[in-house]
């Protein structure tokens, strides 16, 4: 038997009707936000991802799906969205008519990385994208937006962490700190940092060895060597989310894998995940869209991880059960047929229908209507078609009506939408 790639995973019935209830919530939250949706493809050219996410992060390093095409175009699978919309916010200048646009976009990511609790090869993300603001009011609003999202999701025990990075005038100045710090504790940092403090030195910020973790107690904190600008920026960020009472924590660890990312950057954390514990990663990437060609307009944004959201969500999937309005037991041939067409009508009208195709014995129909949880039974045999009437029963209260065939399918119609609209 074939069995999926290791790291993806299907979403069965049962699971995905909690993953649409998040969809629908996001959805309708966002827009109310004045985000609109945008598609954008699963594969782009390479090159778009190494040049915005940067040739020196995990994900170009080692996580990619890179593929050569039948005519030797390198493409990749998308490891993120946010290359991908501000691509195409510059290719059709969805800036030209108003540089303030807001999206967001849900879809699966692709990242070959070690598969475990949390972290999949196949996952998925609902991101939101903000351009041509600046304004640090928007970056707090995102971080109210989350917030609430989580909490009409019945997620608790998350925590917003802050930062700043600063901008390209005031971090070289505090790069060069690091790297003193980074160059005195060579012997403590793993192999991959010793290249990341010659080539990247904030990469080794977050890396999760722990004798990095520990050579990184005394490095200094970006938000002492703010400029003016960016301090300001963020001392309003923070004053803004204090106004509107979502609690966060100043994290002077928090640095972004992504090289595009410039002041206000944040992730959402939850102890459920052991060491995958961020469930949003977000902030602002004013250096994006012009370092691809665009127009110098600012942005920021955020990317939740969907998969991550499921399994902290207070929701459980069995508050999602489906269960058919109505089950139609109907026995012999002329039983069934006419069943088949009020099966047909009733679906039709918005009832969930449920129609036993076999043969069976009323009994065993019954006993298939209580194991799906039927809220009603209709009953119809020769003799009931006969007698011009069949039976309804009520699986609840296990009463029984009889209902006559004209005007059939408008009598239960009128009672199924009353009952299950109350
Ligand atoms: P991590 O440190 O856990 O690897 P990341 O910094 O690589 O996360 P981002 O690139 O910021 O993650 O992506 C945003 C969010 O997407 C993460 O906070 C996480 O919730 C989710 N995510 C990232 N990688 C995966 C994965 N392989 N499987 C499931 N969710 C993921
Ligand atoms: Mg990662």
Known sequence: MIQLIRGFKDILPGEVELWQYIESTARSLFEDFGFREIRIPIMERTELFARSIGEDTDIVEK??????????????????A?????RSYIQHKLYADDPVQKFYTIGPMFRRERPQKGRYRQFYQINAEVFGIDSPFIDAQLIFMLVKLFSRLSVTDVEAHINSLGCPECRPRFKEALAEVLSAATEKLCSDCVRRSLRNPLRVMDCKVPSCREAMTNAPAIIDFLCSECRLHFETVKQALEKLKIPFVIDKRLVRGLDYYTRTTFEIQTSYLGAQNAVVGGG??????KALGGPDQPAVGFAIGFDRLVEITGLKNADFKQNPDIFIAAMGENGKARAFEWACAFADSGIKTEMDFSDRSLKSLMKRADKLSAAYVLMVGEKELEEGAVVLRDMTTKEQVSIPLENLVEDIKAKILLTTNA
């Open 82 to 86: 946010t290359a991908s919309v501000v």
């Open 63 to 80: 996580e990619m799906y890179t593929f050569a095409d039948r005519k030797n175009e390198l493409i990749t699978l998308r490891p993120e």
């Open 284 to 289: 602002r990437y004013n250096g994006l869209v």
